[in-house]
């Protein structure tokens, strides 16, 4: 069984080699999620500037909890927000977390409600 710090640097390795490849600008942004064990968070961040555009989490979002169905309700919030700023097109960042569960349901969501990846 891997020790927590290990799992952690392992993941922190994974992001650093995701985001040497994929990088947001103003017209097409990173969008990042963070899932942590009580909450789910998703920020479309324009990487030129260094400053987070949209941002929406599970602790915002009154009928959504911390499960696959609430995760695609935020990817559709977030999606909404970004659409209302004008950004049609994102960059996914899965943040070192695998493509699946609640990282996929917030990509689902977030492509449900317009936005294209």
Sequence with gaps: MLKKTARKEERQARVRRIR???SGVETRPRLV????????????IDDTKGMTVASADLRGM???????SGAFELGKHIGEKCLALGLKTV??????????????AVADGAREAGLLF
């Design 91 to 104: 960059v996914f960042d899965r943040a070192g977390y695998r493509y699946h569960g609640k990282v996929k």
């Design 20 to 22: 040497a490849k994929i």
């Design 62 to 68: 009154k009928s959504a909890t911390n499960t696959v």
């Design 33 to 44: 999620v963070f899932r942590s064990l009580k909450n789910i968070s998703v920020q479309a």
